[in-house]
Every structure is written in structure tokens, then in C-alpha cells.
């Protein structure tokens, strides 16, 4: 089953059926049979996003009018413990951090509200709910991200970074902040060296979505973390340099100690075919051999040129692997490349193109035809 598929299926009537039974507990003058009638019917085509607004509505409908009668109840419906890590599975409380968002911004509320998404953020990661705050309150939200980046739950540590990433997947872009990312660079400043993995990925996301607005920002400061050395932030740099890497930026090569000009030789570069038929695989080997005097720290990938329908070839950088090849040494790389059909590529008849792709630099490359 497609991810998606099942991503939509997360908000199901047993979902429906717990969330209301959880609020009819705290809340007895809640119409529990109204509430599921209401939401109705999650016909299979109906997708995540409108699955969650559908049952935010219901919410809208049948809680308490009164901002903080709703937040009390909000309140007594979480549960007491959590896990410290990694909150995923927790679905169940999403519409409740849509609820806050979408009744609780505004100014009045706003010492309530951050408070409830302290509390949900212990068991769900509320970084959807959070942004309306920050795009119509941003100097108060940005003093309560600062709060929590100091929290000792790792996963409200991770909503100080996650929460107001410029570039959020599924998530409506803070343009101020990819105009001038310097308040969330603040907030990084404190998580750079977080021991929690889940912070470490997050802060290295926000990182990589700067350095797509902003490189000469984010390079700057990724330069001045990997000086520090210390094994979390490098994880960290390395992690939110990886389109850098992938393009072959020299500052980002630079940075994570590659060379822009090894002293290396590629031979034997060869394709197990000339010709080959969508849906078949292609082999290809090449050696390089290191022919400077010291050991070369290599970032090895590779490049296929895709024809296009319009007759133009687009690269695509796909990753090998990190080699340290020493002086006089020898090291033969083999790779198998897919051409099978997926649905986020289309491919099309005619001359493709491999290339060896090391330390930023195309060393050589070849083509070869691909037919229907």
C-alpha cells in the first residue's frame, strides 16, 4: 500500500471514536453521537489534510465556545505520560493542536495556547500548529521558542527548530524567515549541540531549508559549528550539507575536508551495456587510484543524464559512498543503476548519460541508449 495511501488512513472512525470518548470523559456535556455523526463518512479519496480539517470542524462544533473552557478540557484529555522521543505515532492528538491553532491565536489566548502546545508536543509534534502564531505573533512566539529550546522533553526542544522552519514539508512557508532566516538561526544557536537525534535531524533540516534561500548565510555558519568539533554538531553540519554536497558547492566541500582538485586517476571506466530497455538495469565499474602524495578524503557519486521529452538531457546526482583512498592505492567501485519505472519519474527513449561525479567535479563519463 502506498505511503499515502496510508498516511490518509491515519484519521479513521476508530481514531473518531477514541478522540471523543477521551473528550466525553472530561467533558460529559459533550454530544459524543453528533460529534461522529458529524464527521460522517472518511470516503477513501478524501485526503489527510482534509480528513483533519473535517474533524477540526466537528471540534469547532461541539466543544465549548469559551477558548478556555475548551483548553481545559484539552488539558485534562492528555495523558500523563509521554514518550521523550520521536512522537510520531500519536496522531490522535493533531486535531487538538489544529483546534488551538485555528481558535486560540489571538492575542488574548496566547499564554494559553503556547501552553497547551507545550503539553500536546510531549506526545505529538505540534510544528503545524505552531506557525499561525509565529506568521501574526512573531516577536512572542519566536521569546517561546527561545523558552522551549532549553525544555528538557527532547520533542518540545524539536519544535523550537521544527516549528518555524522556513520550508516546512506539508506545512504553508514563513516568507519572512526565508527572506531574512537570522530568529530561527538564534534558535539553532541553542540546539546545535542537542544529544537528542530526533533535535539533531531537525535542526539540520532547518539548516538545509536556509541554505536554499540563503547559502552564503547558512555556509557561514555551518563553517564556524564544524570548527567547534564536537560530535554532535558535526553530525549536524554534515547532515544539513547534504544538497550542498550533492551539487558540489566548493564551500561545502571545503567544510566537511574534500578537496576541490585530488590527486586521483579514474580507469577502466566501463557499462555493461550499450543499449539496454526500460525496465532493465544498468552495471558500471570504474577504479580510481590516488596518485598524490598523501591520502584523498573522496566524496564519490555519480550523475545520470535522463533524456527528457524534449529532447534535453537533466542530470540527477545519486550517491556512492565516502572513501579516504591512500597514496599509490587502488580502489574499483561498481554500481547498478534502475531503469524501472516509478511514479516520480517518467523515463523516455534515447541517449542517457553516466558520469563519475567525485569531490564536486564531473571526472568522466559515457553514454549509452535507453529504449521502450
Known amino acids: 500500500m502506498p505511503a499515502v495511501h496510508l498516511k490518509r488512513h491515519i484519521f479513521n472512525h476508530k481514531l473518531v471514536a477514541r478522540l471523543g470518548l477521551i473528550i466525553l470523559k472530561h467533558y460529559p456535556q459533550f454530544k459524543f453521537d453528533d460529534f461522529k455523526v458529524y464527521i460522517g463518512s472518511f470516503h477513501d479519496y478524501i485526503s489527510f489534510s482534509e480528513r483533519l480539517n473535517i474533524i477540526t470542524n466537528a471540534l469547532n462544533k461541539y466543544m465549548p465556545k469559551d477558548f478556555y473552557e475548551s483548553a481545559k478540557i484539552i488539558k485534562k484529555s492528555l495523558p500523563e505520560d509521554y514518550k521523550t522521543d520521536n512522537n510520531w505515532n500519536q496522531f490522535i492528538w493533531m486535531p487538538l493542536s489544529d483546534f488551538i491553532a485555528k481558535n486560540g491565536c489571538k492575542k488574548e489566548y496566547l499564554e494559553v495556547s503556547f501552553a497547551l502546545i507545550e503539553d500536546i508536543t510531549k506526545h505529538f509534534t505540534c510544528e503545524f500548529a505552531i506557525r499561525p502564531f509565529i506568521e501574526n505573533f512573531e516577536e512572542e512566539s ?65 539548516m538545509n531549508d536556509i541554505a536554499k534561500d540563503n547559502p552564503k548565510i547558512a555556509l557561514k555558519i555551518l563553517r564556524q559549528w564544524k570548527k567547534e568539533n564536537k560530535p554532535n554538531t558535526n553530525w549536524i553540519v554534515k547532515h544539513a550539507l547534504r544538497n550542498e554536497l550533492k551539487k558540489g558547492t566548493p564551500d561545502a566541500l571545503k567544510i566537511e575536508g574534500y578537496s576541490l582538485s585530488p590527486k586521483i586517476k579514474i580507469s577502466n571506466f566501463l557499462l555493461s551495456h550499450k543499449k539496454i530497455k526500460i525496465g532493465d538495469s544498468l552495471k558500471f565499474s570504474f577504479t580510481i587510484t590516488n596518485t598524490g602524495p598523501i591520502t584523498e578524503n573522496l566524496l564519490i557519486d555519480y550523475i545520470c543524464f535522463f533524456m527528457k521529452f524534449n529532447n534535453k538531457r537533466a542530470p540527477k546526482t545519486f550517491k556512492i559512498c565516502v572513501k579516504k583512498i591512500k597514496k599509490g592505492e587502488s580502489v574499483l567501485i561498481e554500481k547498478t543503476h534502475s531503469f524501472k519505472l516509478i511514479s516520480t519519474r517518467k523515463l523516455y527513449s534515447g541517449e542517457h548519460k553516466i558520469a563519475v561525479f567525485i569531490n564536486g567535479k564531473i571526472i568522466c563519463e559515457k553514454s549509452f541508449e535507453l529504449d521502450a
Open 142 to 206: 519566536i521569546n517561546q521558542l527561545t523558552i522551549w529550546a532549553t525544555n528538557k522533553n527532547p520533542n518540545v526542544r524539536r519544535l523550537a527548530s521544527e516549528g518555524c522552519r522556513p520550508r516546512l514539508p506539508w506545512a504553508k512557508e514563513i516568507k519572512a524567515f526565508k527572506k531574512k532566516p537570522y530568529s530561527g538561526i538564534e534558535l539553532l544557536q541553542i540546539l546545535k549541540n542537542d544529544d537528542s537525534k530526533y533535535v539533531q535531524k531537525s535542526v539540520a533540516n532547518h
